[in-house]
């Protein structure tokens, strides 16, 4: 970092120099400070990484050491943050939405060859580990994430932008947007943070994480930008512009626009359908060993947006009939609204919410009540997570709220104070259980159609005969293939931890667990014993 800053200073200072000689003479500094840093950090990293690369030599393994491959893809992630925020700059001199980027075009060149340099580095050529893949792939996945983010947010800007210069047209208002900007003007930062978007995730998404082979990084990458970045901003931006609908019916506010959630709601609905759109199409071209009617990417994604539809649609419930009781309690208690706007801007959000997440579960009911009579394990295990998700979370808040519910009425009548305030301050407790009388019969009855709720399933019986007393020879730094193989077995095993010289090099394969059962189950003995080896592992069985 040091050789990487002084480079940087030296740079900026000849590119004022040559090109803006005015302000020399505000960058005095830069040259001894340049030269300071390079004659210091230039000597230093040169020995220690000469002390490295000996190292290597005498033991390669060290090209595989957790401490080395964190370091590396730390200088990776702290070079690419940087080129994207010089990018960025540098895009919006050129916008004329910045005066100067000499800082940040004097960053490309040094953090261009320490980012290249370091990339080299990290993928030899024979050698590799689970250690190793794991943080590469958290490097190359969180860039994709980050460059999405920018990417979005400058999709999104820029077709608001449009569509409120649209909108505004429409209702015959003056188009002009924050500190009186015409359309280009608003649409300059957009344009910027789209490109350096794309630019960051694109260099790594189609480069790098497009071409990887299947794994639980790039999995959880996948789900989580479906998921995160498309299904729930849909439902949110939809309830939005719901609402605005129903504030324009009931006319809530008629000095306001028509609709002023339009152009928002429209534009994150339009970025949350193509990510939802493109990563959704790469989910579904995965190949993976799953039902031979509905894979398992469709049982995920049909139960993750119930359960979405299911949370919305109690949110909303409970909204209304709070309201309802609160409207009442007024009533009893002779006592006028005082805002009557804002009653009916919760009525109207309520309403919102249970039409935006009733109809995503009428979307769903059907396909789960298909999946319902699905039986392979794949499907029953999905199934019962979200079945269980929803009863527990139902669970927990209807008894914390139905305890501070029945705090406040005991409350009452010891004091001898029931009244129309007690209705009022039970009314969001009465309101949740309501919704949760209403939500959770379905969902309990679905649980007790479970094979593994009165019996165990066939899949289990089947385990349970093959059940082996399995003993593992386990290096040093692999207990996370430990935990990997006992989840696939279905039980706990013996290990024994390997202290011969060299033994703690051998690095497991997180993905060989499932040949590995495999083997195990196929062996002929009662008592398996595992052997790891550089490559793999030799299984042998035996009798006592």
């Known amino acids: 970092m040091m050789v990487a800053i002084g480079s940087v200073q030296l740079i900026q200072f000849t590119l004022e120099a040559i090109f803006n000689k005015n302000i020399i003479q505000n960058n005095s500094s830069s040259v001894p400070l340049g030269i300071s840093l390079l004659i210091v950090g230039v000597p230093i990293w040169i020995i220690h990484w000469r002390i490295i690369k000996n190292r290597i030599n005498i033991n390669s393994y060290e090209e595989l050491s957790i401490i080395r491959t964190v370091f590396i893809y730390t200088v990776l992630a702290i070079s690419i943050a940087v080129l994207t ?29 320490i980012w290249t340099y370091h990339w080299i580095l990290s993928n030899p050529k024979e050698l590799s580990s689970p ?72 260099s790594h998404w189609l480069l790098f994480g497009l071409k990887d082979t299947e794994n639980r990084v790039k999995s959880l990458y996948l789900y989580l930008i479906t998921i995160g970045g498309g299904i729930i901003p849909i439902t949110i931006a939809s309830i939005s512009l719901l609402y605005g609908i129903f504030q324009f019916i009931l006319q809530i506010n008629p000095d306001n626009d028509v609709i002023p959630q339009l152009p928002g709601s429209i534009s994150s609905i339009t970025v949350g359908l193509i990510l939802f759109t493109y990563h959704y199409y790469v989910i579904k071209n995965i190949k993976i060993n799953g039902l031979p009617e509905v894979n398992s990417q469709n049982l995920l994604f049909v139960y993750v947006f119930s359960f979405i539809g299911v949370i919305s649609s109690s949110v909303g419930i409970s909204v209304l009939i709070q309201s309802i009781l609160a409207s009442i309690a007024n009533s009893l208690g002779n006592t006028v609204f005082s805002d009557s706007e804002t009653s009916l801007e919760i009525i109207s959000l309520a309403l919102s919410t249970i039409i935006v997440g009733g109809t995503i579960w009428g979307y769903c009911y059907k396909k789960i009540e298909y999946f319902t009579n699905l039986t392979s394990p794949e499907s029953s295990s999905i199934r019962r997570i ?44 009465i309101s949740v259980l309501i919704s949760y ?73 997180l993905d060989s667990t499932t040949n590995i059962v495999e083997s195990v189950n196929n062996m002929i003995g009662n008592e398996v014993l595992i052997i790891p080896e550089n490559g793999g592992v030799r299984i042998y069985s035996y009798e006592n």
């Open 85 to 113: 925020s010089s990018i960025i700059g540098i895009f919006q001199v050129i916008l004329g939405t910045k005066d100067s980027a000499w800082l940040q075009t004097a960053t490309i060149i040094p953090y261009s060859i």
């Open 131 to 202: 250690s190793k893949n794991l943080v590469q792939r958290i490097y190359i996945y969180s860039s994709c994430i980050f460059g999405l983010i920018i990417l979005s947010t400058g999709i999104g800007t820029l077709l608001y932008s449009i569509l409120k210069s649209g909108y505004d047209v429409i209702l015959n208002s003056p188009m002009l947007f924050e500190n009186e900007e015409t359309l280009w003007e608003s649409t300059k930062e957009p344009i910027v943070s789209l490109t350096s978007g794309l630019l960051l995730w694109g």
């Open 386 to 429: 979200y079945l269980i998700s929803i009863l527990g979370i139902f669970t927990i808040i209807a008894v914390i709220l139905g305890t501070s519910g029945l705090f406040l009425i005991l409350r009452d009548i010891i004091s001898n104070n029931v009244g129309i305030n007690t209705l009022k301050s039970i009314s969001i407790p």
């Open 437 to 509: 009388l209403i939500i959770t019969p379905y969902h309990w009855l679905l649980y007790k159609k479970e094979p593994s709720y009165n019996k165990k399933s066939e899949h289990s019986k089947i385990s349970s005969k093959k059940r082996k007393n399995v003993t593992i020879l386990l290096p040093d730094n692999n207990q996370f293939f430990l935990g990997q193989l006992e989840e696939d077995l279905g039980y706990s095993i013996k290990s024994f931890r390997w202290k011969d010289v060299n033994s703690e090099n051998i690095q497991l394969d």
